[in-house]
C-alpha cells in the first residue's frame, strides 16, 4: 500500500488548454495518506471519474505529476502501477471458476502455483465465497460478481491502491448494505489505502475517513464525514451533503446579530466579512427545532418516511426543510430555534469564521 | 427478454411464407417425387422406390464428390475462421479509419458469385491475368487448367478473398460489443495479449463465431459457381463437387431420378452436419 | 380504475407472477418496491398490455382489456434507461404522442410548453437529447409521458440510473405531477426510502408475489408478513428468533426480551421477532427499553448518524444512532431496544398481535 501525492494536477481533454474553463479537471495538490480511505463525491462532469482514471493510469494528466511513496508514476502504464480497480459493472471472466478468476491475477504475474493456492484460498474465506470456488462465475449474482472483482485486487500482496467507481451502483439496497460493511471492516483489519468514487453520500460518507467534494472540476472540500456535515466549507457542501440538504438562507450581518428578512438571530461569534460580499445563513434541517417557541413558520407539507418525517415550511418568505424525530410532534402553532452551535455563515458561498 | 405479443404480426409475414412455398417447398417435393419415380419423358413416370437412392450411394463418383467437398470446407473452415479473426482483432474501434475498413471489409461480398468466378478466371490466366503472368515470369509453373493443386489453390484463394470479410464483420460486430471496463481490469490484472484474447475476446465472440462457422460451412460445401466459372469442374475430375457432379448429372446426361436423389441426399448431408456443429458449439456454451 | 384479476405469468418452467389481485384507482399513486427480478417489472408488462398474462383478467373502469395490445390502451412508460428520439430536438420529443394522436398545432404547442416548464426543460427545448445532462433526458422522457395525458403511466425505476442529489429533486416534484393528473400512476423501485418519500399506495413484491398492498406508511408501520417487513426496510431489519414465555420472550431458557404491552396479548410460543435499526439505540431511549448485550462489528459514519452493526447473541443487527460513534471492531457495548416498536411474526410468517404502536395510520 502507498502514499499518494497528487502534485499540481491538471487536465484537459482538448488541446491546448488556455482559460480554466477549458479544464476538466482544476488544479489538485494533495497528498493522501498512507492506507486512508478516501471517497471522490461530486454530481455527475464534477470530474472525479477523471481524477480517479489519472490515478489508475488511464489517463495521462495534462499538467503535474502523480507519485505513490514518493515514486513518480505519471508516465507508468496501469500495469506497472500495481493498482486494482473495481468498476461500476462487475467485471469477471465469464468463462473461469471463481477460483481461476481470483487466481489470474496472480498466474499472470507468475506467481509460484503454491502461493497462488494460498492467497486465493485466503481471499475466497474473505469474500465468502468458499462454497462457491469450483463453480464458474457465470451464474453469479451481481453481488457476488462484484466481490470477485474485488477479491482479485485483494489477492495481490504488493497493491499500491484499491479503487472503486461506483461499485454498489447495480446492487440492491439489501446488499449494499452487507456490501458497504464488509468492505469496511476489510478497510479495518488490512489498512489498504483506497480511493472510492461515488455521487451517493450516504456510500461516501460512510466508507470514507476523508471525503473528498467535487463539483466543477474543483475540490471544493476536503474533510471528515462529521467536518463535511457540521461545517460545509462552501454552500455546495451543505446542499450536496445531508438528505435534505442544508437550509441556504439570505441574511444581513450586523456584529453577531444576524437579520433574515426580519427575523434575529444571535451569533456565538461576529463572523468577518468583506464588504460587499452576498451574506448567507446555513441551518441543517436536522438542528432546526420545531415546537411552541421561536420564529413562526408556515408548514407546506410534512413527509413522514418511516423513522423521521420532513417537514417543508416557508420561513421569512423562503422554504425550508426541517427534521422531526418519528415520535416528534407538530404544534398547531409551529415556531422554530437553531441551534446555535450548528449556525454557519457564509459570504459568496464560503464559510466564513470568526472570533468568539 | 420475451418478445411482445401481438397475433397480427402473422399476417405480415405470410407473403414471405407464400414466396418460400412456391420457391422452396413446392420445388423440394417435385425434387422428392422425381427421386422415387423413373422417367423416359411423355410425362410417364414409373415407381422406383429407393433405387435411384442405392444407385447414387453404391457410386464412387458420389463418394470422391462428398470426399472433395469435405476437404474443401474443412480448408475453408480453417483458414478463413482464424484469419477472419486475426483481422477483425487488428481494425481500429474509433476514428476515421473505422468506416473505411468497414467498407473495404465489404466491398468482396457486394460481388456477385460468378462474377468473382471471371474476375479470378481471367486474374490467374498464364497470357493475360496480371497473377498468372507475374507467377510465370517469376518462374513458377502456374497453371489451374492443368494442374489439380494449381486449381484448387485459385479456388482457395478465391473462397478466401470473397468470404473472410463476412467471418470479418460477424467478429467485429462481437468485439465492439465488449465494454472498455473489461479492457481495463484486464490490464490492471496484468493479463497478457492472449490472455485478454482466451478469456475476455473470444468467450464474447462465441455466438457470433458459432454463427460464422456455420455460414461458411454450408456455403462452402455448397460451392458451385466458382468451380463451375473457373475450373468447370476439372482439370479431370478434379474439382468437381457435389454440386457440379449434380449438374452434370441432371443437366448433362438428364438422369432425373438419380440426380433428385443425389439432391435430397446432399440437402441431408448439410442439414445433418449443420445441425452436428450447431449442437457440439451450443453444448459446450452451457457447460457450466 | 385497473383491477387485475387473478393474474399469473408463467414463462417455460418459470413462473415470473404468482396469483395476483391487485385494485388501483384513478389519479392515485402505486408504488411497486421489490428486489431485482421480483417481479415489478413483469408486473408493468402485464399492466401494459406488453406481455399476455397466463391466466387472469385485466380490467379498465370495468371493460376487460385482457387482450387488448398496448398500442390500443391509454399507456405511456417511462424505463430506467433513458429513452428519447435522439435525432428529434427536446420539444419535438415531447410533442411526439401529441403528433401521432392528431392534435392541432396549437394544442401541441401549448402543452409542450406547459409540461416543459414543469419539468423545467424551456431554456433547452431547442437542443437534441444528446446534449443534455441524463437528468434533463429523463426529465424529457417524464414530460412526454405527461403530454400523452394517459390513463395508465407507468414508470419502472426512472430515477436509478441519476446521481442521488438530482433523484432527490425529481422525486420532489413527481407527486405534484401525479396529483395534478387524474391517471393511474404505477412506480417501480428497488428503495423502501423512495416508496416512504412518495408516499401513495404501495405494493411490497417478493419473488413474484405481493405480499402486502395499501397506504405505504401504514405498510411501512404495520407489516402483515415478515416478507413485506424485510422487503420494505433500509437499512436492513433487524430480526430474532425467540420463544415467549408470560411476559418474556427467550430463547434457551434465558430471558432475552421483556414482552411489551401491545404484544402481551399473543399466545406463548415460538415467535420471530423483528424492529427497525433506529430502535436501537446506545443510550437508554425511555423507561421500558430493554438492555442487550452486543459486539460491534463495524461502525459507519454517515455525518449526522452512524450505522452501527453489532452481532447481539449470534444475530446480526444494526443500529442507527443519531451523532457520531466510531467505535472500534470486537468492543463489548451494551444497547437499548425500543420495545415499544417491536414486531412479532409467526412460524408461517403472518404478524401477531397487530405489531400496533402508538403511530397513527396515514393513508394516502
Redo the contacts between chains.
Keep these: 500500500m502507498a502514499r499518494i501525492n497528487l502534485d499540481h494536477i491538471r487536465h484537459a481533454y482538448g488541446p491546448n488548454p488556455k482559460k480554466p474553463s477549458d479544464y476538466s479537471l482544476k488544479e489538485v495538490h494533495h497528498e493522501w495518506n498512507d492506507g486512508g480511505a478516501y471517497a471522490l463525491l461530486g454530481p455527475s462532469g464534477c470530474g472525479k471519474t477523471t481524477l480517479l482514471n489519472i490515478i489508475s493510469g488511464l489517463l495521462q494528466p495534462s499538467e503535474g505529476k502523480i507519485l505513490f511513496d514518493g515514486k513518480d508514476v505519471t508516465n507508468l502504464s496501469t500495469q506497472d502501477r500495481n493498482i486494482a480497480q473495481v468498476f461500476q459493472f462487475p467485471v469477471i471472466y465469464d468463462t473461469m471458476t471463481v477460483y481461476d478468476n481470483l487466481a489470474f491475477p496472480l498466474r499472470n504475474r507468475h506467481v509460484p502455483e503454491a502461493e497462488v493456492d494460498r492467497r486465493v484460498k485466503e481471499i475466497i474465506e474473505m469474500i465468502g465465497l468458499s462454497d462457491r470456488a469450483k463453480k464458474r462465475a457465470q451464474g453469479l449474482t451481481a453481488d457476488q460478481k462484484q466481490k470477485i472483482s474485488l477479491g482479485r485486487g485483494l489477492v495481490r500482496s504488493d497493491v499500491s491502491a484499491i479503487l472503486f467507481d461506483e461499485p454498489l451502483t447495480v446492487i440492491d439496497p439489501h446488499m449494499k448494505w452487507v456490501l458497504r460493511s464488509q468492505l469496511k471492516r476489510l478497510h479495518k483489519q488490512f489498512g489498504f489505502t483506497m480511493v472510492y468514487v461515488t455521487h451517493d453520500q450516504t456510500e461516501a460518507l460512510t466508507f470514507a475517513d476523508k471525503v473528498v467534494v467535487m463539483y466543477d472540476g474543483e475540490i471544493v472540500q476536503i474533510g471528515t464525514p462529521a467536518e463535511l456535515f457540521e461545517k460545509p466549507k462552501h454552500t455546495f457542501v451543505g446542499y450536496f451533503i445531508g438528505s435534505p440538504g442544508m437550509n441556504v438562507l439570505p441574511a444581513r450581518i450586523d456584529g453577531s446579530s444576524v437579520d433574515l428578512d426580519g427575523q434575529k438571530v444571535a451569533l456565538s461569534f461576529a463572523p468577518k466579512i468583506a464588504a460587499g460580499a452576498k451574506t448567507e445563513l446555513g441551518i441543517r434541517p436536522e438542528f432546526v427545532r420545531l415546537g411552541r417557541e421561536g420564529m413562526p413558520v408556515t408548514i407546506s407539507k410534512v413527509e413522514d418516511i418511516g423513522r423521521q418525517k420532513i417537514v417543508r415550511a416557508s420561513f421569512a418568505n423562503r422554504p425550508i426543510a426541517i427534521v422531526v424525530h418519528e415520535d416528534g410532534e407538530i404544534p398547531a402553532e409551529p415556531k422554530i430555534t437553531f441551534d446555535p452551535n450548528a449556525i454557519n455563515i457564509y459570504a459568496n458561498s464560503w464559510r466564513v469564521g470568526g472570533e468568539a | 427478454m420475451?418478445k411482445?405479443?401481438?397475433n397480427k404480426a402473422w399476417f405480415m409475414v405470410l407473403p414471405v411464407l407464400v414466396l418460400v412455398a412456391f420457391s422452396a417447398v413446392i420445388p423440394l417435393m417435385t425434387v422428392v417425387n422425381y427421386s422415387v419415380q423413373d422417367t423416359f419423358g411423355n410425362n410417364e413416370f414409373f415407381w422406383a422406390g429407393t433405387d435411384w437412392f442405392i444407385q447414387v450411394l453404391q457410386s464412387d463418383r458420389f463418394w470422391d464428390a462428398l470426399t472433395r467437398n469435405l476437404i474443401f470446407s474443412a480448408i475453408i473452415l480453417t483458414i478463413e475462421i482464424p484469419l477472419g479473426i486475426l483481422i477483425a482483432l487488428n481494425m481500429p474501434k474509433t476514428g476515421f479509419g473505422v468506416p473505411v475498413c468497414l467498407v473495404l471489409m465489404s466491398l468482396p461480398l457486394l460481388i456477385p458469385w460468378n462474377v468473382v468466378g471471371t474476375i479470378w478466371q481471367v486474374f490467374g490466366r498464364v497470357d493475360i491475368g496480371l497473377l498468372g503472368y507475374t507467377l510465370a515470369a517469376l518462374g513458377i509453373n502456374y497453371n489451374y487448367v492443368n494442374n489439380v493443386f494449381d486449381a484448387w489453390v485459385t479456388l482457395i484463394v478465391m473462397d478466401i478473398w470473397h468470404w473472410t470479410s463476412l467471418v470479418v464483420l460477424l467478429c467485429y460486430a462481437g468485439l465492439v460489443s465488449i465494454?472498455d471496463?473489461?479492457y481495463?481490469?484486464a490490464?490492471?490484472?496484468?493479463?497478457?495479449r492472449w490472455?485478454v484474447f482466451r478469456?475476455?475476446q473470444l468467450?464474447k465472440m462465441k455466438r457470433v463465431l458459432l454463427i460464422a462457422f456455420l455460414l461458411r460451412f454450408m456455403d462452402s460445401f455448397m460451392i458451385y459457381t466458382e468451380p463451375f466459372v473457373v475450373t468447370g469442374g476439372g482439370p479431370g475430375n478434379a474439382t468437381t463437387f457435389l454440386s457440379i457432379d449434380l449438374v452434370k448429372t441432371a443437366i448433362g446426361q438428364f438422369d432425373l431420378g438419380p440426380a433428385a436423389a443425389l439432391s435430397l441426399i446432399y440437402f441431408l448431408i448439410i442439414l445433418l452436419l449443420s445441425w452436428i456443429f450447431y449442437t457440439v458449439m451450443t453444448n459446450s456454451d452451457a457447460q457450466? | 380504475m385497473l383491477e387485475l384479476k387473478n393474474i399469473t405469468k408463467v414463462v417455460g418452467a418459470d413462473t415470473h407472477i404468482h396469483p395476483t389481485d391487485l385494485v388501483l384507482e384513478r389519479g392515485s399513486l402505486n408504488v411497486l418496491l421489490g428486489p431485482t427480478l421480483s417481479g415489478k417489472t413483469s408486473l408493468m408488462r402485464l399492466m401494459a398490455g406488453l406481455d399476455k398474462p397466463t391466466t387472469g383478467t385485466i380490467t379498465f373502469d370495468g371493460k376487460d382489456v385482457t387482450g387488448v395490445r398496448v398500442q390500443d390502451r391509454s399507456v405511456a412508460m417511462v424505463y430506467q434507461q433513458f429513452i428519447n428520439y435522439p435525432a428529434m430536438t427536446v420539444y419535438e420529443n415531447i410533442a411526439s404522442p401529441m403528433r401521432i394522436s392528431g392534435k392541432d398545432a396549437a394544442t401541441i404547442d401549448r402543452e409542450v410548453r406547459k409540461a416543459a416548464e414543469l419539468m423545467k426543460l424551456t431554456p433547452y427545448l431547442e437542443r437534441t437529447p444528446l446534449n443534455l445532462s441524463g437528468g434533463q433526458q429523463q426529465r424529457t422522457a417524464l414530460a412526454r409521458a405527461i403530454v400523452k395525458n394517459a390513463s395508465l403511466v407507468l414508470l419502472d425505476e426512472p430515477l436509478a440510473n441519476l446521481d442521488y442529489k438530482l433523484r432527490e429533486e425529481l422525486r420532489e416534484e413527481l407527486p405534484k405531477l401525479f396529483a395534478a393528473s387524474g391517471s393511474i400512476f404505477v412506480y417501480a423501485t428497488t428503495e423502501p426510502q423512495e416508496a416512504l418519500l412518495l408516499g401513495g399506495n404501495t405494493a411490497t413484491l417478493s419473488q413474484g408475489r405481493i405480499s402486502q398492498f395499501g397506504p405505504t406508511i401504514s405498510v411501512y408501520r404495520k407489516p402483515a408478513d415478515i416478507v413485506t417487513a424485510k422487503t420494505f426496510a433500509d437499512p436492513p431489519l433487524n430480526t430474532i428468533d425467540l420463544v415467549k414465555s408470560g411476559d418474556a420472550f427467550e430463547r434457551d431458557g434465558i430471558t432475552v426480551l421483556p414482552v411489551p404491552a401491545h404484544l402481551s396479548g399473543i399466545a406463548d410460543g415460538a415467535y420471530t421477532i423483528a424492529f427497525h435499526p433506529h430502535h436501537l439505540s446506545l443510550a437508554r431511549p425511555h423507561q421500558t427499553a430493554a438492555t442487550l448485550k452486543a459486539r460491534i462489528i463495524i461502525s459507519e459514519i454517515a455525518g449526522s448518524e452512524s450505522f452501527i452493526h453489532v452481532d447481539c447473541a449470534g444475530s446480526r443487527w444494526v443500529m442507527l444512532e443519531h451523532g457520531i460513534h466510531d467505535i472500534e471492531p470486537d468492543t463489548a457495548i451494551e444497547l437499548f431496544v425500543d420495545t415499544r416498536h417491536l414486531m412479532a411474526f409467526g412460524a408461517d410468517g403472518r404478524a401477531i398481535g397487530g405489531s400496533a404502536d402508538s403511530h397513527t395510520v396515514r393513508g394516502a
Design positions: 420475451e411482445t405479443w401481438n465494454p471496463a473489461y481495463q481490469a490490464k490492471i490484472d496484468g493479463a497478457s490472455a478469456y475476455i468467450p457450466s
